[in-house]
């Protein structure tokens, strides 16, 4: 059974702090990505990486960066958090088969 | 730029009714639509795609047929469920497989009441 696992469901930090959200996928799959789901706005996508070591900017990247040091695992940094970065974190992956699966999610709240 | 419409929510029906949600899309070249679903307090999950003009996609009651020459795929079920209770996001890519990244819909609330 494929598996998306994401470090937090919940997630609670200050303004200013540096934030990690971690993803790991069991499926060996090339192509990772880091969505933000907010209410009235869908899902937009932050970054993605294709290839161990390779990102690329998605739609809304301001504010953030990613990491891939291993082809498994990709991590969303949030270098100094804000209030307006309160949001919900989806992390998914694809083997180019035309479905991406989705982790739980990360609900960070920046206080 | 590629972009997806999709009826606002919450929509609200009545078990066995029939289901309706519009999504209706912009795209450069020819893109592979999806409709993902998510359950309350769960990541997304694929429902149906379809990869080309005509093709229709159906998975658990629901369909949805890729309509080139309105740019449509809306999502249909003729007798819903409470089960059936979530939001709804149709989405398209333009890279083969998704590998770019999807492009979603706001997401459509689906509430169902017994």
């Known amino acids: 059974d494929v598996k998306v696992t994401q470090s937090s469901r919940y997630l609670v930090k200050r303004t200013g702090e540096k934030v990690f959200l971690e993803c790991v996928q069991d499926?060996?799959?090339?192509?990772m990505f880091w969505y933000r789901q907010d209410p009235g706005l869908g899902l937009r996508l932050i970054y993605f990486?294709?290839?161990?070591?390779?990102?690329e900017k998605g739609d809304i990247p301001e504010g953030y960066s990613v990491s891939r040091e291993k082809k498994e695992r990709f991590s969303l940094i949030l270098e100094s958090a804000s209030t307006n970065q309160t949001s919900m974190y989806l992390c998914?992956?694809?083997?180019?088969?035309?479905?991406?699966?989705f982790g739980p999610g990360t609900r960070l709240t920046v206080t | 730029g590629n972009s997806v419409t999709q009826m606002e929510g919450p929509v609200t029906l009545s078990e066995e009714a029939f289901l309706t949600i519009n999504c209706t899309y912009t795209?450069?070249?020819?893109?592979?639509l999806f409709w993902y679903v998510q359950y309350p307090g769960e990541g997304l999950q694929l429902l149906l795609k379809?990869?080309?003009?005509?093709d229709k996609g159906s998975n658990k009651g629901f369909e949805a047929t890729y309509r080139k020459e309105t740019t449509s795929f809306h999502l249909e079920k003729g007798s819903v469920q409470v089960s059936d209770s979530a939001v709804y996001f149709c989405?398209?890519?333009?890279?083969?497989?998704?590998?770019?990244?999807?492009?979603f819909g706001k997401g459509t609330h689906l509430i169902i009441q017994p």
């Open positions: 998914a992956s694809t083997q180019s088969s035309y479905e991406q699966y």
């Open positions: 499926m060996d799959h090339e192509n």
């Open positions: 990486s294709y290839d161990v070591k390779m990102k």
């Open positions: 795209a450069t070249g020819y893109p592979s």
């Open positions: 379809a990869t080309k003009a005509d």
């Open positions: 989405a398209l890519s333009v890279a083969g497989g998704g590998a770019d990244g999807l492009t």
